[in-house]
T-cell receptor, first 111, second 109 residues
Framework: DAGITQSPRHKVTETGTPVTLRCHQTENHRYMYWYRQDPGHGLRLIHY???????DKGEVSDGYSVSRSKTEDFLLTLESATSSQTSVYFCAISAAQETQYFGPGTRLLVL | KQEVTQIPAALSVPEGENLVLNCSFTDSAIYNLQWFRQDPGKGLTSLLL?????REQTSGRLNASLDKSSGRSTLYIAASQPGDSATYLC????????FGTGTRLQVFP
């Protein structure tokens, strides 16, 4: 399996609080992605990165920000969590337009 | 806007059957197409990637085909086993991955 870890794996938080999810890779891949998975919607891209400090928006980026200060780490921040952001969040990595490898996911519950 | 559809949404079969899972997409301008497997409560595992210039890829009992002009891909699973039970997702790469909502497969002994 590709070396991808996500932390935390589970989190419960309250509406209005900031939340940061971390994705860490040991593969030195250039591209990193954040997705959310919801019943009836499948997986949707939130943000992605194509290099250190290079990021772009995906399909459902409102309410989320990202940062990538090192090749191995990609952070997803919910500035002020809302109940609609309750979801399972997946990080993925790839080398260019090739196979994407996914992390184990983070289950986030916003009360 | 690229849309990806997977049919059927769910499938239940006895062990040993050969299966075909379908994936269709609306825009043929893709780099590649990827098939994934997802077990309950787990992340996605990549099964096969087919480049836009390829017609098929094989890995063990799995064979994936791609007909870009008609916007279709199929995943063929030979001699299904209970361990194949999972949700199968296809995703087309148009600079970003666009996922279908998956086919939930159950193989019973």
């Amino acid at each position: 399996d590709a070396g991808i870890t996500q932390s935390p794996r589970h989190k419960v938080t309250e509406t209005g609080t900031p939340v940061t999810l971390r994705c860490h890779q040991t593969e030195n891949h250039r591209y990193m992605y954040w997705y959310r998975q919801d019943p009836g919607h499948g997986l949707r891209l939130i943000h992605y990165s194509y290099g250190v400090k290079d990021t772009d928006k995906g399909e459902v980026s409102d309410g989320y920000s990202v940062s990538r200060s090192k090749t191995e780490d990609f952070l997803l921040t919910l500035e002020s969590a809302t109940s609609s952001q309750t979801s399972v969040y997946f990080c993925a990595i790839s080398a260019a337009q090739e196979t994407q490898y996914f992390g184990p996911g983070t289950r986030l519950l916003v009360l | 806007k690229q849309e990806v559809t997977q049919i059927p949404a769910a499938l239940s079969v006895p062990e040993g059957e050969n299966l075909v899972l379908n994936c269709s997409f609306t825009d043929s301008a893709i780099y590649n197409l990827q098939w994934f497997r997802q077990d309950p409560g787990k992340g996605l595992t990549s099964l096969l990637l087919i480049q836009s210039s390829q017609r098929e890829q094989t890995s063990g009992r799995l064979n994936a085909s791609l007909d870009k002009s008609s916007g279709r891909s199929t995943l063929y699973i030979a001699a299904s086993q209970p361990g194949d039970s999972a949700t199968y997702l296809c995703a087309v790469n148009t600079d970003k991955l666009i996922f279908g909502t998956g086919t939930r497969l159950q193989v019973f002994p």
